[in-house]
């Protein structure tokens, strides 16, 4: 990637350099070709005429060489005081998960902040909150092992294929029989519970209301 770029910026530069340009235009020129080719243009030195619309460039060796010195390497600033790299390390390695969790309650399970005033409700709804999240884990987990190119977003968004509905029918005495439903799992979510080794619940019983519609007499 760095050596595409920088062969591009250098065609670039050659190209500005034998047009005839006014300075403003040059100056304009060669800001767009450093926004476009940000990483190039650090091993690059431009040096601009004061007086008129020319300019030279070179390659700076020694950044490059600094560059490829530092390649694959990664690079942790601290201010602990520790002198053994693991232990820093796995600090850094806390706050990926940390940062991890934090996006897992924001994204996958959608939670957002409620404005509660009882130290109850506030407490309550971090439980929750923490229970969903530990969910979330050990859906991971479990997947590890039973489905490893599976995520527990992808298996979350399969799941929200089935929904709850109620069908209403209305009988003859003027009650309503009421039948809640899930709907019918799709070939992909069924070769999923196989996987997962889940089933799903027996359909609900029916129910039916009370209270009859009371037919009213004229006289």
């Given at each position: 990637m760095r050596r595409k770029q920088l062969k591009r910026l250098w065609k670039r530069l050659s190209q500005l350099q034998g047009r005839k340009l006014r300075r403003e235009d040059l100056l304009m020129k060669l800001g767009a070709a450093r926004q476009q080719s940000p990483s190039a243009w650090r091993l690059v030195g431009v040096e601009v005429d004061a007086a008129s619309a020319t300019f030279t460039y070179r390659l700076r060796k020694d950044?490059?060489?600094?560059?490829?010195?530092?390649?694959?390497?990664?690079?942790?600033?601290?201010?602990?005081?520790?002198?053994?790299?693991?232990?820093?390390?796995?600090?850094y390695l806390q706050l990926v998960q940390v940062e991890?969790?934090?996006?897992?309650?924001?994204?996958?399970?959608?939670?957002?902040?409620?404005?509660?005033?009882?130290?109850?409700?506030i407490e309550t709804h971090i439980f929750v909150s923490f229970l969903a999240y530990c969910l979330h884990v050990t859906l991971g987990r479990w997947l590890h092992g039973l489905a490893p190119g599976l995520t527990s977003r992808s298996v979350l968004e399969k799941f929200a294929g089935i929904q709850m509905?109620?069908?209403h029918i209305p009988t003859t005495d003027?009650?309503?029989?009421?039948?809640?439903r899930y709907t019918h799992p799709q070939?992909?979510?069924?070769?999923l519970l196989?996987?997962?080794k889940l089933k799903l619940p027996a359909q609900p019983p029916p129910r039916i209301t009370v209270t009859?519609?009371?037919?009213?007499?004229?006289?």
């Open positions: 950044k490059l060489r600094q560059v490829r010195r530092r390649e694959g390497r990664y690079l942790l600033r601290s201010n602990l005081t520790e002198t053994d790299p693991a232990v820093v390390w796995n600090y991890q969790a934090f996006r897992n309650l924001k994204g996958d399970l959608a939670l957002r902040p409620i404005f509660h005033q009882d130290e109850p409700r509905v109620d069908v003027g009650r309503t029989l009421i039948l809640p070939a992909d979510l069924k070769l196989e996987r997962l009859p519609v009371q037919t009213q007499v004229s006289t």
